[in-house]
């Protein structure tokens, strides 16, 4: 026999839905409505920050490493570390001859610029005096013949120097600019430098508990999807089991049919059995009666034509024995009440109840979304003392008071270092402008004196341009004799304080030798001590720190207080998810008011199984029904015999043979047809019985065992979707609190108490100080340098070729032996009278 196709669907979806449950116990699957949304949290620790300094490549940086060269050369001594630790402990103990010997080099500069200074301006003097008694820098008396080249050689130099000269200037006019550009903005950063060191200690305990404050992000959207979990997570019961109750509801209505359509038909057979037993007799012995009564008229002699009518009247007796047929009354004895439940009632309230799941499902989970709503509205105290844990609150006042004080003694050394070094910008702008003077001295007083001598093959010209130009290289040497102390003196005092800054600082800064320095215990004072400073009991190497700094370390791990002070415990959330992850596994579900089979019905099924109604033989009604009421056709026989009746010469025959055709009309209009209609009922029941009894009998089994199964299996299927989503529930509200801890111990060790600011604080003012100021501070001197020992050979060449642009007092055209002849007599060479 073949399982219904009602229920193949079903039992195979039950079949396999169970033993997902029973497979996946261990796995989850939550989809994508199981992922957490991703939270927004406020950036902390922006204040801190500084921008990254850096310099950019430059057409200056070959200039700039030549002078950072030519550094190395003057201050070759290695970075004195014991001169300095002297200086900062003791500096009334320093000695000039310690001092003396480091800056050797820069000594032997001092005495060349004091030579310099000396020397100069005395030559300038007295080349004045002897100007001014004409006994210097006059004129050619006698043209030669190596005079030209001479001349040319003179002025080539010259030239030479000047464009030297022209260079050097635009090169100190540029750096003389740069240096100003740079030296106001990185003064006036100090201030706010400091101001952002100050917050790298004094705002973590704030910062920390805006960190804190932030918790209540995640706990608002747990909270706002506690409302909703009921609901939800019935409502996911609803959608997972309803591919198997819909089909098992729709398999109960159309059971409950059937079973009421055979009980129907069941009963027709019974009633349409007995009432044809009961009819049988009375009308076997009618038709009897009718036989014999026909059988003697047509036997009558006189009756014509009846021979035809006499063989069908012998006939006339009953076809169908329906006292042959079996009793179904034992069957109707044990199906008697039978339906006493409604199944199409009791279908819609499972139905109605079924569909009120995601409701009752939020009834039921409501008193613990209520615990769990109050325990989420609390801050885990591992939270709430994440900034009170913090163990700077000293080290912090320490350190603020010390930038404090440190912002507010370089103050007036700030506004002092703007002031002079705008003093200094004036002064090189100035001097430079008196180099470019001398510059355009040369370069005019070289084209006059060019076109001077060119002019002179003319001997119509005038010796003025020649003069003029001799009077601008004058004028030329004058202005380098006048401004060389001056020149020298900026030059040196530039070149003394950028120079020392550049070989002491920035070039042991460079290899971090300036770091090495300040953590050898007794180079500092106590006063600037880091360690000392910040009240720390362990000393802290700088080098290290400044590395940890650079890397990124937190705080508390550069200064060491690693036992004091751990971020992840105060993240911890371990002991709130778990009395989360224990409150979850309460929730259930009560699906007992959703019995698919009710015991009235179950009753019914279990009495329609056991009635027998598949074993009745309905071959016995079909075999019996087949076979007709009266095996002549009754109604055949009335019309042959009224026919017969007006046939007959015998009036007296005829009219008997009428009146039994009569009653033989009469006998099938009153017990003959409404035994055929009950034959037709009783025929319609049996079949239908014996083509649906086995089926019915075979679904009413399998709905017993499915609903029995479904009894035991729904609410395990329920209770295990139910652990499920509430395990993916938990995780995705889970996932908001880890969002937050990843999110605040990024912000705890790399944006509030990191102390990466420090290291780009210090490698800020190394490129401001170092790359950006003293770079183009020590360039400028280097050029104005460069032009003003320039200027002595500019001096020089512009003495000598004056002489060459002023006029010759006597020019000779003879060969170089009448040149050289004292008195010379010209030749006369022709007489004209």
């Not at 016995?620 to 009746?645: A, N």
Request: glycine share 6%; with cysteine; charged share 20%.
């Amino acid at each position: 026999m073949r399982l219904p196709r009602s229920l193949v669907p079903i039992t195979l979806l039950l079949g396999l839905e169970l033993a997902l449950c029973r497979g996946q116990a261990a796995s989850q699957y939550c989809g994508p409505q199981g992922q957490a949304e991703k939270l927004h949290f406020t950036r902390l620790g922006k204040g801190r920050w500084l921008d990254p300094q850096t310099q950019p490549p430059g057409s200056l940086d070959p200039l700039y490493r030549m002078v950072r060269g030519f550094l190395d050369m003057v201050q070759l001594n290695p970075f004195p570390e014991g001169l300095i630790r002297v200086a900062l402990n003791e500096p009334s103990s320093v000695r000039t001859s310690d001092v003396v010997r480091y800056e050797a080099g820069y000594v032997v500069c001092a005495v060349i610029a004091v030579l310099f200074l000396l020397i100069v301006p005395t030559v300038g003097l007295c080349f004045c005096c002897c100007r001014f008694r004409r006994r210097c820098g006059g004129r050619i008396k006698v043209e030669h013949k190596s005079m030209a080249c001479e001349r040319g050689s003179l002025m080539s130099f010259l030239l030479l120097i000047t464009l030297l000269l022209l260079t050097g200037v635009v090169c100190a006019f540029i750096t003389n600019q740069r240096t100003h550009d740079e030296v106001g903005p990185g003064v006036r950063a100090v201030p706010g430098v400091l101001n952002s060191l100050q917050g790298l200690v004094s705002d973590i305990p704030q910062e920390l508990q805006a960190v804190a404050d932030q918790f209540s992000i995640p706990q608002n959207q747990v909270l706002e999807e506690l409302d909703g979990v009921g609901v939800n997570l019935g409502s996911t019961i609803h959608t997972q089991l309803r591919g198997t109750v819909y089909p098992m509801l729709a398999s109960l209505q159309r059971l409950g049919q059937d079973l009421q359509v055979s009980l129907d038909h069941l009963q027709l057979l019974n009633s349409s059995t007995v009432y044809l037993q009961d009819q049988q007799e009375p009308l076997s012995s009618s038709l009897q009666d009718h036989r014999h009564k026909l059988l003697s008229l047509l036997q009558d002699a006189q009756c014509q034509g009846c021979a035809s009518a006499l063989s069908h009247s012998q006939l006339l007796e009953l076809g169908a024995n329906f006292s042959q047929v079996p009793s179904v009354k034992s069957v109707l004895q044990k199906l008697k009440g039978v339906p006493e439940a409604n199944f199409s009632n009791m279908v819609q309230k499972d139905n109605s109840t079924f569909n009120t799941l995601p409701v009752l499902t939020a009834l039921e989970t409501a008193d613990i979304v209520q615990e769990l709503k109050e325990k989420v509205a609390q801050i885990p105290e591992e939270v709430k003392t994440l900034s009170k844990g913090f163990p700077g609150s000293e080290a912090a006042d320490r350190w603020r008071r010390a930038l404090v004080e440190a912002e507010n003694s370089s103050r007036p050394y700030l506004h002092m270092i703007q002031r002079y070094e705008r003093y200094r910008w004036i002064a090189g702008y100035v001097l430079s402008s008196v180099i470019l003077l001398v510059v355009i001295c040369n370069l005019l007083g070289l084209s006059l004196g060019l076109w001077g001598i060119s002019a002179r093959e003319d001997s119509s010209h005038i010796e003025a341009k020649g003069e003029a130009g001799a009077q601008f290289l004058m004028a030329g040497v004058g202005l380098s004799f006048l401004f060389s102390g001056p020149f020298i003196l900026l030059i040196f005092a530039t070149f003394l304080l950028g120079g020392n800054i550049q070989t002491l600082v920035c070039r042991s800064w460079e290899s971090q030798e300036l770091y090495q320095f300040a953590d050898t215990p007794g180079n500092l004072p106590p006063s600037m001590n880091l360690s000392h400073l910040l009240g720390l009991k362990k000393d802290v190497s700088i080098p290290s720190a400044y590395q940890q700094c650079k890397e990124g370390a937190p705080l508390w791990k550069v200064l060491q207080l690693n036992d004091s002070y751990d971020p992840e415990k105060h993240l911890n959330i371990n002991k709130y998810t778990t009395w989360l992850q224990e409150q979850m596994d309460n929730f259930n579900i009560d699906m007992k008011d959703l019995d698919l089979l009710n015991e009235a019905a179950k009753r019914d099924l279990e009495t329609f199984r056991s009635s027998g109604i598949q074993k009745i033989d309905y071959s016995g009604f079909l075999t019996q029904v087949q076979k007709p009421m009266v095996k002549m056709d009754v109604l055949k026989l009335v019309k042959e015999l009224e026919k017969l009746g007006q046939a007959q010469t015998d009036s007296a025959l005829g009219q008997q043979l009428k009146q039994e055709a009569q009653a033989l009309q009469t006998l099938y209009q009153e017990k003959i047809l409404p035994q055929q209609t009950h034959v037709v009922t009783l025929n319609q029941s049996a079949r239908a019985l014996s083509s649906s009894a086995s089926n019915v009998q075979l679904l009413v089994s399998e709905t017993l065992v499915t609903s029995n199964s479904l009894k035991t299996e729904l609410p395990i299927r329920a209770h295990w979707i139910l652990r499920n989503e509430s395990e993916c529930f938990l995780n995705r509200e889970m996932a908001y609190f880890i969002q937050y801890r990843d999110w605040a111990r990024e912000m705890v060790t790399e944006h509030i108490a990191t102390c990466q600011p420090l290291s780009e604080a210090l490698d800020n003012g190394r490129v401001i100080l170092c790359d950006l100021i003293i770079n183009p501070w020590n360039a400028f001197w280097f050029c104005l340098a460069w032009c003003t020992f320039l200027l002595i050979p500019s001096i020089i060449f512009a003495i000598k070729t004056t002489k060459h642009f002023r006029p010759i007092r006597k020019r000779l055209s003879s060969t170089s032996s009448e040149e050289t002849q004292l008195f010379h007599i010209p030749r006369v060479t022709s007489l004209k009278l």
